[in-house]
Every structure is written in structure tokens, then in C-alpha cells.
């Protein structure tokens, strides 16, 4: 599975859009982008995931570059409540339905 | 309206015994996971089942296994803790293997050794 690169941790102010970029460089054309987050003390939750399209459902949005090199999720309007670590995994979506978590990007949401 | 259901959340045990772990789902799902999570790291899988089929990592210690007894539950059990098994453990599931199903995860059990 290819490998992602999130930044450590990122601010964003409450009602503003948070931007979350993921590096996948080495991504190959059958990998999917997906995004989980955790939030302290709960399991990880599955938020979108995406091929080469655009997608978005009601929790946010996944934008994928047209090389598919690299990805961003967009939270429209963060609250406190998004504060969180979000997770880029890149998965093969037909042999396996293994997750390989990196380090994540720890997002904090600020009145 | 809990849909993965690990139990308990908190866990304590003694150095070198055993423990088990469990984990139930109302979702009628095929696949079920077993994760660790060491405090400040990301989760890391040690097996699953597909159906009755269990997989296992190939780093995960043998000192780990897992049963499924029917659909609704999984247990994990460590047949001798070291200080080091302490840690998150997540189960998770999803409706079947490819199709690009999303995994759906309980809230963890912490297991603390003393």
C-alpha cells in the first residue's frame, strides 16, 4: 500500500473551513483515498473516501488532484466538536480491506 | 443505538495473565478486526476474520489470538500480558472483503497491566 505524509497538527478557528492535506505520491491507479478520524478517547470513524473524483457527503469533502498524488479534506464549517486526529490511508479496494493508519494530522478546533 | 460494542471499556490485569477481550455487532457484518493502539501512536491491525476464515498479520505475536464464535462476537484473548501489551484495543467491522466497505469501530477497550 502506498504511503501517506500529513502535517503533525494544524489550527483552525471554529465556523471557519479546515483544510487537511495528505501526500500520497507513490499511489497507484487501483488505490482509493480514504479519511478516518479519532476523536480523544473513541474509536476511529470512518469519514469519506474517494478514487480520482471529487466526493463529498455530509460530514465533509475530498478533493483529489487530478494526478492523484496528493488529496484534501475540507470541513466546511469546523466546530469544537471536529477536534480530532485525521487519518489519509491509501487502500488496494479490491484484495483487502487491510487499514495501515500513519501518524495522522491532530486537528484543533479554537473558539 | 451502539452498532460495534467492545466490553468493558477499561481493563486491568496482572503481569503473565490471561485476559480476554470482547467485542459484539448488530450490523450482521462478514469481517471483523482486531487493532492495537499504544498510547500516541496510530492504530495498528494484528487480525481479522472473514467470516469463519481468520487472517492473521504476520507481525502479530503468538502470544495473541482470537475466536468467532458466530457473527455477533469476537474476542480477543492475550494468554500471557507483558508491561508492553498495554495499550487501546479497537474491534472493528465491515460488510465484506473489497467493494471498498468502510470499517466501523468500536470505542476500545484500555487494558492496563500492573
Known amino acids: 500500500d502506498a504511503k501517506t505524509t500529513q502535517p503533525p497538527s494544524m489550527d483552525c478557528a471554529e465556523g471557519r473551513a479546515a483544510n487537511l492535506p495528505c501526500n500520497h505520491s507513490t499511489i497507484s491507479g487501483n488505490e482509493y483515498v480514504y479519511w478516518y478520524r479519532q476523536i480523544h478517547s473513541q474509536g476511529p470513524q470512518y469519514i469519506i473516501h474517494g478514487l480520482k473524483n471529487n466526493e463529498t457527503n455530509e460530514m465533509a469533502s475530498l478533493i483529489i488532484t487530478e494526478d492523484r498524488k496528493s488529496s484534501t479534506l475540507i470541513l466546511p464549517h469546523a466546530t469544537l466538536r471536529d477536534t480530532a486526529v485525521y487519518y489519509c490511508?491509501?487502500?488496494?479496494?479490491?484484495?483487502?480491506?487491510?487499514?495501515?493508519f500513519g501518524t495522522g494530522t491532530r486537528l484543533q478546533v479554537f473558539p | 443505538d451502539a452498532m460495534v460494542i467492545q466490553n468493558p471499556r477499561y481493563q486491568v490485569t496482572q503481569f503473565g495473565k490471561p485476559v480476554t477481550l470482547s467485542c459484539s455487532q448488530t450490523l450482521n457484518h462478514n469481517v471483523m478486526y482486531w487493532y492495537q493502539q499504544k498510547s500516541s501512536q496510530a492504530p495498528k491491525l494484528l487480525f481479522h476474520?472473514?467470516?469463519?476464515?481468520?487472517?492473521n498479520e504476520a507481525d502479530t505475536p503468538d502470544n495473541f489470538q482470537s475466536r468467532r464464535p458466530n457473527t455477533s462476537f469476537c474476542f480477543l484473548d492475550i494468554r500471557s500480558p507483558g508491561l508492553g501489551d498495554a495499550a487501546m484495543y479497537l474491534c472493528a467491522t465491515s460488510r465484506d472483503i473489497g467493494g471498498n466497505q468502510p470499517q466501523h469501530f468500536g470505542d476500545g477497550t484500555r487494558l492496563s497491566i500492573l
Open positions: 490511508i491509501v487502500r488496494v479496494g479490491h484484495n483487502t480491506d487491510k487499514l495501515i
Open positions: 476474520y472473514y467470516d469463519k476464515d481468520f487472517n
